[in-house]
């Protein structure tokens, strides 16, 4: 037997990034809904690797089928489609923030109404939704999962009006933090974003059929036509006519404001092929790396990326700064989960399970890394290491965006903020001897608002949410006063496995 | 490739039987309570072999386990009881009557309260459980399951009583049907059987803990001793105190009436060993037949039991006549599920899988097989002519029990009335033919009740529940007068696999 | 969790009896050969449930699908069926002797000769097994199994012989111990026993097709007629001609010479209604009780079997002391693997997951229990334990067959003589004692002989195999001389899962 | 239910690649010898993604794993890892060439010999494999699978040699075609490469013991030192001494020649980051694209890689010809297997399950495509369009190897000569127009070379194998010539699954 049994994660990079939580897709009065939803889903599947599921509704029934895994593990079944007949389809993908990874919180959730069924998924977080909880259960409701887009779920089975699109509109109005929703009942699907428009949602159109998805690559590969994004603060109802037609009709319950986009999709999050409001990431990152170059630029013999995130960056910079691009770091594509580790010390090797130096444009020479972004520090720490043992000269590491210092609350999962590197170490310089370069530099935030919006930060109004930068909260977090008191609720919920 | 498909189920014979829904367990303050629930629920198997579960409290959360298949398929396994930690258990084993076999249905259900969690097994069928849930609906609950089950739960919630019996009583005031129920809070056991007691519930104690069962042989199993039956109308409480003791109180909230005890428990559905409402139920049926060699006596070489049913009747029947015992027909204790039918024509296979027949005991004898009951009398037309093609000289069948003519709507599954034998054909003469049988008598009801209790039934004021052999229904059926209306509704639920 | 761990077989009464090794079955030209096949082995489930196997062949290719498990298990699979195409099968029920229970080991086994494929099944064992396998090895052969039956498959290999059956024919000329052993090739099915015919096989048609199986119950279930037994040392050949007919040749290469089957086919082994070698089981086990009751009489008040062995020999013992017959012991038909057991002592647990006392029946009693056997004598311990608890004034135990003193090699699992009740202690009375019975019998062996066939044991030439009783071996037993060194060969095969 | 089920592999794009078809990894006297196996093969897992094995050695017994996936879905469980203990291990990854994917043909293969066992993990073709495959069986051995390693372990089964070593020998003194191939033994680990060294082996070390891979990339997971290759023709011999120490004797049973590298090896199989016979691969690739981009220089605005395989060759054409390198098509990570098609034609969605278009980087662009290889064209076509319809002004087309004309029968899976591109069209201009690029061009055969090692192809003893371009096949290819006869004798192989 290997005499120690320390397992070492595979993802062991992704554990110091930052994740989103969720993806979501819909599609209303396509004979192929369902396969589609799977398609569109296999597109956002970067936005949630734990879950995905699928509900349709066939004119009669809804049907569902949700799933611990990648889309890929069981959508691709014929089988698995086969139970998910009808015209109509919404899906998701979910990665959980908390530890409760049960199949009871696979979205989307359903509920049975008197008007008949209807259908949710969501992508965002509620920052009240413990505090709504609360009150729903002191009133009689039983909750099955321990997401808050059950108590989105309620409140629209809770609510005194009759029809389903003024139902989710009065939940919603109960609702503080960001979501992107999208709702599916037996003629109509509904979408909305919250009002600031943290979390992005997309809608388009296949053959004439309403879509909406949380990024446009997931139109792309169905090649469906983008139309435009849901704005902040709307809901879009689509119907389906007794004739196949749909009739749309937007509206704005909360009225109108300036959209408050949250920064990391553009960092880190969405696809670089995707256009997120208007934008297309992949060219907002490259010139992140662009403005970095300028403000950072150094005397070097190579740009080497941090695959993947780091990689439209690098180039950037390479271009920038004429300093020759290379592939300094290979990534192993077939990641599995853990891996025993061997007893003896073997430096690193966490990291080399996914990575590995190419050492021959990295021996002698002075590397520059270029990341998308650092949470904690701990892996950067492992890669500079492994760049040294391939016999790099210097190592210099640039950073495509502005030192975290918060907490988020609006669906990404960040560490406890005194774990943050920024919150380590008081001055870059100690930042820079923790992860061991020769120098490191972060990208400033007027840099990273050039590199997306072509404008500085407008400090009186910003044109983004960055508050894991700045402590600029856009809503209020009524759950985290109450947290206490929430916590202590939390503990009878019953713990079940899948 | 085969060149027919068509399938043979093993438990074919079974098909033809009558189906006892639920088996419920539950323990209070013990340290080894879900190892001892799994062993309870394992004696408990006759009554439900779709599903199992098990429900923990650990003095902080609840736990559950509940998945499809056999106890022992799962709770078995060291690594699913270690999932179940803490000192009350409560278990549920399942026979599912409809066909949604889904893990959603399986019980014990759990709702979390403000006042803390509570979870609830449940033995019998709730005769206004659509309407209720019709109504729960219409204000707002969200239900996940078919289950009338969950709708208890939901009175539960909704009751405006704090504390969990009250509110326990609360909701079973506006149940109608046959229910035989043990609820599970933080601190409490509660355990009721309807106004009727139409399904049995037991109270036993191990190492001064209580126990609440369906049956007696599950405190047998785990050297539990026997305190007593739980009245027709109780209501037990039983309460863990700081101190480690126990104290149990009870309480009729509807008054006390005489029970009426589903007669089947007695013909069909108790274990041979277990001991109902004081009657060894071994003993009533061998006095079933005892009562039929009586009431029709006949000249024959040999007594042969339909197994395993017919055995305990088949003794009795043997020692009234003096015509000897023997095993004429074996059974196949291998039963898997279903098995493919080789194309050509070979008559009773079905049958055959489960049961052959022992041709030296049969082969030019006078047969008198003695079976526990008839529903659609399918199966006893394979046996007879599997019999005769044994060789038998004459076969002629005696049922320990009444014609079956009527629906059970208390939690026994029934094929609709017109596909009853006794309700197919006219005479006995007609249903002989049908069955090929030489002769054939079904024991009447005053004999059926003289066997189990020493008295004829009075028919002003039954001992039993009978309605399934006389058409007497001991409690209203509202569901049944608002089908239709119910059925629409169910249209819209969510189907879901597992 | 549970506070201790200790796990409970639920098959506890088992590990106490005898197990056989092998069921097999094999059918030529017929077009539902597979499906015929898996019923026959489903019939045969009791000589083997650890796995199943079954080879196909289509004209073209041999097929193979072989599990762990049940027959029904696998085999009742449509898709499992559709992937065993062919007019002819060839099917093995199994329960491993050793240790070694791996997929590798599940028959039937599979060689392809220059001359085309072959596929074995066999039941018994080859007492040169090892030392063939020694030779073998240092030859050149590589073994992928630890069954003797590969042995056989490399000998048919290696055999110098162009045609198939004289290939075989020379391979179990090599062969010394107990088989009955089917073979099929691309147009033969190939049936042999060894001389002294210790195993059992018969020979059945369906259809005008041949079939071979282990018992007569495999020939019911499909209906199909029996044609006579192989008779010991007898190779029948039956070969698929163009035209669909089927031509089948007898020799007995050895000369023919009396049968010596094993009694404990009779005893325990086969199915009650099958008829092995001309007699029926269940009635030779009758016969068993009645010689019992007539060499060992009592005054009792009930005789109780011991489930499900002794019900036949119960019955006989009832009928011939006129005490009448009771199930005062039930049987749990649902018997998964293994249970936690609780912390707390709970005597005879482990029996009672089986098996549990029908109180009524037994209490304030005098009970004559009747076992088919007795091994160690640990399970009728705690049964007479059971009994006893439940109430009995006396318990007499009578065992249908005589003392076991001897290991078998011919196929059946026995532990080490030590360990068998008979060795452990010197007198009846102290087998009595420690068993805590009244009183103790063990039937004679010239009774035993006497009720299978009528007559006392012939000394001079015993009518059948009865080494655990006499030890008196039929066959020279080569390996045993040989153990030492072929064990060493031993460690170092290759152990691998399924 | 979707109305078409065409079925959409996300692997569409290897699926006109060519596969290798495995990596192997050995190492003797290591404490973690299990453990280190299976980081090694996670590193190698693009060698072969079918299915991996591992047999340890615990000085007593041999144990092996062998699973169907990858090395990541088994191999990071510590329960299977504890099921491999010992200090030498030889693992095995797999891609399969033919269809029979089953868990007989994962290695490595293992046979018990009278001195012991032997287990082989064999990378390569034995082109004469058939042919003694039959040889074999004519004269009595069993095969159990179709692969032509298990015919090495018969010869060395065979061999009348008595040592281990020699016995080895003996056996690859017969074979032809290629093969690197590493056997354990109980105290060895023997390694060797066929006489031309057409599939590379690397001989590393770590903590002093030695390690047999087939790539460095194997040894820089683990932290293992390089020591040199396995010469072409060679055979080392690693013996574990009784006190730890390890003795390494090398010899050249057929005498020594020149190496004949498979030149695919530097084109696509071997991971960037290795060095492959004194040669990075990543710096090879790049400088094929450089010697590309001067053999074929254009006018463009974007170099754009065909991920991942062009990124290196693309790197080094951007450099060369100072078009910007842009990733102008982007990767999805998460690839399952296949998707149900919906009905309506969507234009290459196959291709976009793995790649997208990243439009901002292509739309009015003249667009330069590097790709490294192009097999049957079917591919490219898909990717062209997708660039086409992402609004690229011109698609330009440059390949960083030759065209491919001719089949491998040396471990590489090739379709038959006629699908392959480069037969199907006469001119590169009809090629051109059936990809349908504006240009398209291929790296000529001394571009090549002189990429990999400096200098032009030695046409009079070509420095590597490259037959699949020139049609100069390195060895015999006795097969070939049989294979009529030896396909027959195929037909009767028994097909199991895993």
Do not use: W
């Not at 009942?185 to 909406?212: C, M, Q, W």
């Amino acid at each position: 037997m290997p005499s120690k049994t320390t397992s070492i994660n595979t993802f062991c990079l992704d554990e110091d990034n930052l994740h989103e939580e969720c993806g979501v897709f819909g599609i209303l009065g396509h004979d192929d809904a369902s396969a589609l939803t799977a398609l569109g889903l296999h597109a956002l599947q970067h936005r949630g690797q734990e879950s995905a599921g699928i509900v349709s509704f066939d004119k009669t029934q809804f049907h569902s089928e949700r799933h611990m895994g990648l889309v890929g593990d069981h959508f691709t079944n014929p089988e698995t489609l086969a139970k998910l007949p009808g015209t109509s389809a919404l899906g998701h993908v979910r990665y959980s923030t908390t530890g409760d990874t049960v199949l009871r919180n696979v979205q989307p959730l359903f509920a049975e109404l008197t008007v008949g069924g209807i259908a949710i998924a969501h992508n965002g977080n509620i920052t009240n939704g413990l505090t709504l909880r609360e009150e729903l259960i002191a009133n009689g409701a039983i909750c099955q999962s321990t997401s808050d887009t059950e108590v989105v779920l309620h409140l629209i089975a809770r609510s005194k009006q009759e029809k389903a699109p003024r139902r989710f509109v009065d939940a919603i109005t109960q609702l503080e933090g960001a979501y992107s929703m999208v709702a599916m009942t037996r003629s109509k699907l509904i979408a909305t974003r919250d009002k600031n428009g943290i979390r992005p949602l997309v809608y388009g159109e296949l053959d004439g059929k309403p879509i909406f998805a949380s990024e446009t690559c997931a139109l792309d590969i169905i090649g469906a036509k983008f139309v435009r994004d849901v704005k902040n603060g709307e809901v879009i109802v689509c119907e389906l006519q007794a004739d196949g037609s749909i009739i749309v009709t937007s509206s704005f319950p909360f009225g109108k404001k300036d959209e408050r986009l949250c920064l990391f999709e553009y960092v880190y999050f969405a696809r670089p092929d995707s256009v997120v409001s208007g934008r297309s990431v992949y060219t907002a990152r490259k010139r992140m790396g662009i403005n970095l170059a300028k403000q950072a630029p150094l005397e070097a013999d190579v740009i080497v990326p941090v695959p993947d995130g780091g990689t439209p960056a690098a180039i950037g910079f390479s271009q920038a700064s004429g300093i020759p691009f290379e592939y300094g770091i290979i990534r192993n594509h077939y990641v599995g989960r853990t891996f025993i580790e061997p007893s003896q010390q073997i430096r690193a090797l966490g990291v080399k399970l996914k990575l590995s130096a190419n050492r021959e444009q990295i021996e002698g020479k002075r590397v520059v890394l270029i990341d998308d972004s650092i949470v904690r520090g701990t892996t950067s720490l492992k890669i500079v290491q492994m760049v040294r043992d391939a016999g790099a000269k210097e190592v210099h590491l640039r950073v495509a965006c502005p030192m975290i210092k918060f907490s988020d609350y609006y669906g990404i999962d960040t560490p406890d903020p005194e774990k943050l590197l920024a919150n380590q170490y008081k001055t870059l310089d100690e930042m820079r001897q923790y992860i061991g370069v020769d120098s490191l530099e972060f990208l400033l935030i007027d840099g990273l608002y050039d590199a997306i919006c072509g404008h500085k930060r407008n400090n009186d109004k910003p044109q983004f949410t960055d508050h894991y930068f700045t402590g600029d909260y856009p809503t209020p977090l009524e759950d985290l006063k109450n947290l206490d008191k929430s916590k202590h609720n939390k503990t009878s919920l019953l713990k079940e496995a899948g």
